[in-house]
Antibody
Framework: EVQLVESGGGLVQPGRSLKLSCLASGFIFTNYGMNWMRQAPGKGLEWVASISSSNSYIYYADTVKGRFTISRDNAKNTLDLQMTSLRSEDTALYYC??????????WGQGVLVSVSS | EIVLTQSPATMAASPGEKVTLTCRAS?????VYWYQQKSGTSPKFWIYDTSKLASGVPKRFSGSGSGTSYSLTISSMDTEDTATYYC?????????FGSGTKLEIK
């Protein structure tokens, strides 16, 4: 069974940093690209960042470029999102999602990030 | 960036009613994906490559479209179909989502 379990969320002050992690299991992690997505309270889905299976390709949404860094450790089956210079508008539920060639086919349960003073 | 516009934003349907949700793209895309999100849960992969049902999706669901106009149809509304449905394009970066259609049961 495919499982994606996010961790690392919490309440943080504006301008501070936070690191999210996603532990993958139930599939061959090195065969899939991965994504971070987010959903602000009561809002829709927003793509944040993507990383290819071999780390060769990395993409970011303009809203986080230069502040967030996506990475993966294929030996540990983990996906990370290092977030710096956090803003109130980064407050959201953050999901990791597996990238199938046909879409994002599995999503974690999400981890909440709240940015507030 | 390709903008996806979903309509209606909210709708209610009676059990057994046929439902059609629309997703329009600002530029032509090759295909869209659809996700179902029930309140308080993660999105679920629902329809891919415009018209293919993901595993476990009831056959009363179907998808169609091309170019800039796509739709998700439920042939006969069921109470378990109450959810928000999002379309997504993955043709080019950044991947973008529509703002969703919230579907409720009457």
């Amino acid at each position: 069974e495919v499982q994606l379990v996010e961790s690392g969320g919490g309440l943080v002050q504006p301008g501070r940093s936070l690191k999210l992690s996603c532990l993958a299991s139930g599939f061959i992690f090195t065969n899939y690209g991965m994504n971070w997505m987010r959903q602000a309270p009561g809002k829709g889905l927003e793509w944040v960042a993507s990383i290819s299976s071999s780390n060769s390709y990395i993409y970011y949404a303009d809203t986080v470029k230069g502040r967030f860094t996506i990475s993966r450790d294929n030996a540990k089956n983990t996906l990370d999102l290092q977030m710096t210079s956090l803003r109130s508008e980064d407050t959201a539920l953050y999901y990791c999602a597996r990238q199938n060639y046909s879409g994002m086919d599995y999503w974690g349960q999400g981890v909440l990030v709240s940015v507030s003073s | 960036e390709i903008v996806l516009t979903q309509s209606p934003a909210t709708m209610a349907a009676s059990p057994g009613e046929k439902v059609t949700l629309t997703c329009r793209a600002s530029s032509s895309v090759s295909y869209v994906y659809w996700y179902q999100q029930k309140s308080g849960t993660s999105p679920k992969f629902w329809i891919y490559d415009t018209s293919k049902l993901a595993s476990g999706v009831p056959k009363r669901f179907s998808g169609s479209g091309s170019g800039t106009s796509y739709s998700l149809t439920i042939s006969s509304m069921d109470t378990e179909d109450t959810a928000t449905y999002y379309c997504q394009q993955g043709r080019s970066y950044p991947p973008t989502f529509g703002s969703g259609t919230k579907l409720e049961i009457k």
